[in-house]
């Protein structure tokens, strides 16, 4: 009887977290670790993300539609006062996922006060059993509706969509040059990248080491061990290094090219493991100093809670498109900042999703020293944008538009290409 009381007490104090999310101190926590960790934590988890304050009355959406021209998708969303909202897919996604988008995302949205996205972004998830479409096939269409909401928000009080989710902490985000050269020999690999660092402002590097997911396999022999040694040698000790290893290395491997990693001073060291091997994971942090990160792959805001509270992951990598918008990241990006982690996001979303990350990185305090950033390398939808000229690197620097929602305009040119998707 006594538990039972305890239970329901516990259940009542942590009222304040949505129930979808509401793990509180009553959910199971690892032994030995640090149990203000996780109260920390739930105290982030509980705060809302939009900022209501800003809007007079209710705004209900009128409709949600997704147009298509080439294996392009654009979203609409329409107010029923006429406000609208726009934003550009993950196209390398939507090509296979439209049918959820149309018949069980978009029709959930109409109808609703767009002012409680909180909530949608919630309660979507049950709506129909989406729920068991758990991963990018249903977070990929909910974030495009989700950016198109907030789109639509901030062109109807002129704000930029940073200010609709947070403080703007950061107007010009540092970044990083993510580079794709697994299949190249290091030798390659660095000449490509240095190419790349003189036609750009870019002043930091992550390179692709290994295989992919697991087995320890890569297509050039040896080359994890020689690009680590030689992008130190070659770039400099001022240089910000990190890797990305997309789960290719079991425990064991994973530690020895950790230690590597840590005799050049690398800064980052992304999915060493298969990104769903949590515990062994867990192991491989355990072992080295490098700051270990993931979560480009994690659907679940609970593997979060839990990889944060104990202390498995150093920097949390929410993807905008495959966790589920910004709503959601920004949820993760507060876990991670009330247990002093950096919440650096992943990119997605065929060459335009830097555009959402950077908006999402101006919001956060806890952002990485260097950030991704795709652009001015392999944009290949250029110019979607009425004015691109302007979404530059410069310095090592990517300067986040300040105009309402987006930012940037799509140019009316490309955006009257698109049907509409029935």
């Given amino acids: 009887m006594t538990s039972r009381r305890s239970f329901i007490q516990r259940i009542t104090a942590a009222g304040s977290v949505p129930f979808l999310y509401g793990f509180s101190s009553w959910l199971p926590r690892s032994k030995g670790k640090d149990p203000s960790r996780y109260d920390k ?8 993300v939009l900022k209501t304050n800003f809007f007079d009355g209710p705004v209900r959406i009128a409709n949600v539609t997704l147009l298509e021209h080439e294996n392009s998708f654009i979203c609409r969303v329409t107010s029923s006062d006429g406000a609208e909202g726009l934003s550009i897919c993950n196209n390398l996604r939507m090509d296979y996922l ?3 988008f149309t018949k069980r995302i978009a029709p959930f949205f109409i109808g609703k006060d767009a002012l409680n996205l909180d909530r949608l972004i919630e309660d979507v998830y049950k709506y129909k059993s989406n729920y068991k479409f758990q991963s990018y096939a249903l977070w990929v269409p909910v974030a ?41 020999s290091p030798e390659k690999s660095i ?6 660092l003189d036609a750009t402002g ?4 992550k390179f692709k080491i290994g295989g992919k997911m697991g087995g320890n396999s890569e297509k050039v022999k040896g080359r994890s061990e020689r690009i680590i040694a030689m992008a130190r040698k070659e770039l400099g000790d001022a240089m910000w290094l990190g890797v990305d290893a997309n789960g290719g290395y079991d425990v064991k491997e994973a530690i020895r090219i950790g230690n590597i990693l840590e005799d050049y ?4 060291y992304e999915e060493p493991l298969p990104f769903d091997w ?16 993931g979560g480009e792959q994690e659907a679940s805001m609970r593997n979060f809670r839990w990889m944060l509270g104990d202390d498995i992951l150093q920097i949390v990598r929410p993807d905008m498109f495959y966790f589920g918008g910004m709503i959601r990241s920004i949820k993760v990006a507060r876990m991670a900042d009330a247990v002093g982690v950096k919440c650096i996001p992943h990119l997605s979303g065929s060459g335009v999703g830097y555009l959402y990350a950077m908006h999402f990185l101006s919001a956060i305090p806890n952002g990485g020293a260097y950030n991704p950033c795709t652009k001015n390398t392999n944009d290949p939808i250029v110019p979607v944008y009425s004015d691109s000229s302007s979404l530059n690197v410069e310095n090592g620097k990517f300067k986040v538009p300040t105009g309402p929602g987006l930012g940037v305009e799509i140019a009316p ?9 029935n």
């Avoid at 870019?202 to 590097?205: D, E, I, L």
């Avoid at 001073?265 to 980052?268: D, R, V």
């Fill in 41 to 48: 934590i739930d105290k982030a988890l509980a705060l809302p």
């Fill in 98 to 100: 439209y049918p959820i």
């Fill in 144 to 184: 495009t509706v989700e950016f198109a909401i907030l789109d639509m928000l901030g062109k109807r009080i002129g704000k930029p969509i940073g200010k609709l989710i947070g403080k703007i902490h950061n107007p010009e985000p540092k970044v990083y040059l993510p580079t794709r050269f697994r299949h190249l």
């Fill in 191 to 196: 000449a490509e990248t240095k190419r790349i």
């Fill in 202 to 205: 870019y002043n930091a590097v």
């Fill in 265 to 268: 001073n690398y800064a980052m």
């Fill in 278 to 293: 949590y515990h062994a994971t867990q192991e491989v942090a355990d072992a080295l100093k490098v700051p270990i990160a």
């Fill in 413 to 421: 040119g490309f955006l009257k290409k698109h049907k509409v998707i």
